[in-house]
């Protein structure tokens, strides 16, 4: 059995100023004595936090300069390294600003934006193969959820994921150097308050787990990071986080708190053995 490993990113959505993400670093900041190092430095734990795009110089540039342990990434960001696509965040920007990371496919994307599964995996897999990692968001509908289909949908978006072979040797490769990550967020249960039982996230994650395994011919000895995401709050962090297939949350309107963001970390750390 592998030993447990923690994500926890912050998806501040198009959230927090240039002030507010100042205020929010420096309480990070004033209570990192209270994080245990070891846990970053053997890579149990990873924090994140992904604000709008053009706060993540800055935010990566406070990061680096006060020592943080956090991860700064993009809510979305272009699969190529320039061109005629307005409105659009390279990878080569990305990994100029110290910041080669970014979510894919939200829902708020697909909802809003026309993200399809097939354009989201075209730009999963352009990130990759420029060197930006990638977060990458699955989930059900309401309606699809009261359909029965919770399952099937998963399995639809995680199929292109390998629907070619050079496709399916990337995210495999990606997801063994820890570069390709996924989060189940039902729609449902994004900023509604609502969320599944930790059990019912759980058998959700079994399910993308053993879907994608089979699906990219994971080796067994490959982690795959299946974070939740949908309503996580300090108060259901640790419920879900005790389950054996969560691997972390991707948090949206908690995570723009900086006190709750300190006490998910605690969560984690919490049930991660100390070195
Ligand atoms: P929420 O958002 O935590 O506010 O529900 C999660 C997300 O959209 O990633």
Redesign the pocket.
């Given at each position: 059995m592998m030993s447990r490993a923690f994500k926890i990113?912050g998806?501040w959505?198009m959230n927090h100023s240039v002030a507010e993400l100042r205020a929010f670093l420096s309480v990070v900041e004033g209570a990192r004595s209270q994080w245990a190092p070891e846990l970053f430095l053997s890579g149990s734990l990873e924090i994140g936090i992904l604000p709008q795009s053009p706060l993540i110089e800055r935010a990566s540039n406070e990061v680096r300069s006060l020592k943080l342990p956090i991860t700064i990434g993009a809510q979305n960001a272009h699969g190529s390294l320039s061109g005629a696509f307005t409105g659009e965040t390279s990878a080569n920007v990305l990994k100029d600003l110290g910041a080669p990371f970014s979510?894919v496919a939200?829902?708020?994307r697909r909802q809003y934006y026309g993200e399809t599964d097939e354009s989201a995996a075209k730009r999963a897999e352009g990130l990759l193969s420029q060197g930006v990692r990638v977060l990458y968001?699955i989930g059900e509908t309401r309606e699809e959820r009261e359909r029965g289909e919770t399952n099937s949908v998963l399995e639809r978006q995680l199929r292109v994921l390998s629907n070619t072979p050079e496709r399916k040797t990337l995210i495999s490769k990606a997801i063994s150097d820890d570069r390709f990550l996924i989060?189940y967020?039902p729609v449902w249960?994004?900023?509604?308050?609502l969320t599944p039982s930790p059990e019912e996230a759980e058998e959700a994650h079994r399910k993308v787990k053993s879907s994608l395994k089979s699906s990219l011919g994971l080796h067994s000895a490959d982690r795959l990071f299946v974070l939740y995401?949908?309503?996580?709050?300090p108060e259901n962090a640790s419920g879900f986080l005790a389950m054996g297939s969560i691997d972390g949350?991707?948090?949206?309107?908690?995570?723009l708190d900086a006190s709750k963001f300190l006490k998910l970390i605690a969560a984690a750390q919490s049930l991660l053995p100390s070195a």
């Open positions: 990113f998806n959505k979510l939200h829902s708020e968001c989060a967020e249960a994004i900023g509604t308050g995401g949908g309503s996580a709050t949350l991707l948090v949206g309107g908690a995570s």
